[in-house]
């Protein structure tokens, strides 16, 4: 069974660090390209970042670009995202999805909670 | 504001049918394939359609997708109320850099 969960969110002050993971199961995190998709509270769904296989290749949205970093460890089947600089605008519930090949976002993890917050 | 405009709210009775439209360019939407999502706050997004009018395995057929030129359409027939959650179109944008588009989403209620 495929499973995608988040961890590492929190309370963090402006202009601060986090990172926030995403450990797989059920798949080889290796063979697919994975996204990052945050919601803001009271808002829609915004893309954040993606990265494929083997890392190699990363995309991200204009809002996060030199400030979020993502990457992988496929050994360990967990995906990361590197937040700087945080900005009060970066609060949200980040959740993790898998991209099945170009056939749409198939699984996602329930999400992790971010606040930037002095 | 979102690029893929939809519908803030749409509402029918249980049995009913609703669509749920969404409308964006030929920079997106016009040139690239439709996914839709539902989510209910708090849990997982589930896919629901992609490459326009595909569902994935033990998605029912009573959700179906649709594109015509820089618009997708979402039709829900035999309305639950386990439907009512929000919807999401979401594409890609073809740009300098790559963009991956959600919409605004649409919240449905089932009255």
């Known amino acids: 069974e495929v499973e995608v969960v988040e961890s590492g969110g929190g309370l963090i002050q402006p202009g601060g660090s986090l990172r926030i993971s995403c450990e797989v199961s059920?798949?080889?995190?290796?063979?697919?390209?994975m996204y990052w998709v945050r919601q803001a509270p009271g808002k829609g769904l915004v893309w954040v970042s993606r990265?494929?296989?083997?890392?190699?290749?990363?995309n991200y949205a204009d809002s996060v670009r030199g400030r979020f970093t993502i990457s992988r460890d496929n050994a360990k089947n967990t995906l990361y995202l590197q937040m700087n600089s945080l900005r009060a605008e970066d609060t949200a519930v980040y959740y993790c999805?898998?991209?099945?090949?170009?056939?749409?976002?198939?699984?996602w993890g329930q999400g992790i909670l971010v606040t930037v917050s002095s | 504001q979102s690029v893929l405009t939809q519908p803030p709210s749409v509402s029918a009775a249980p049995g009913q049918k609703v669509t749920i439209s969404c409308s964006g360019s030929?920079?997106?939407?016009?040139?690239?394939?439709v996914s839709w999502y539902q989510h209910l706050p708090g849990t997982a997004p589930k896919l629901l359609i992609y490459?326009?009018?595909k569902r994935p395995s033990g998605i029912p057929d009573r959700f179906s997708g649709s594109k015509s030129g820089t618009s997708a359409t979402l039709g829900i027939t035999g309305l639950q109320t386990g439907d009512e959650a929000d919807y999401y179109c979401?594409?890609?944008?073809?740009?300098?850099?790559?963009?991956?588009?959600f919409g605004g989403g649409t919240k449905l209620t089932v009255l």
């Open positions: 990265s494929n296989g083997d890392g190699t290749i990363t």
């Open positions: 030929s920079s997106n939407i016009g040139n690239n394939y």
């Open positions: 999805a898998r991209d099945n090949r170009n056939l749409g976002l198939d699984s």
């Open positions: 490459d326009n009018d």
């Open positions: 059920g798949f080889s995190l290796s063979v697919f390209w």
């Open positions: 979401e594409t890609w944008e073809n740009s300098l850099t790559f963009n991956v588009l």
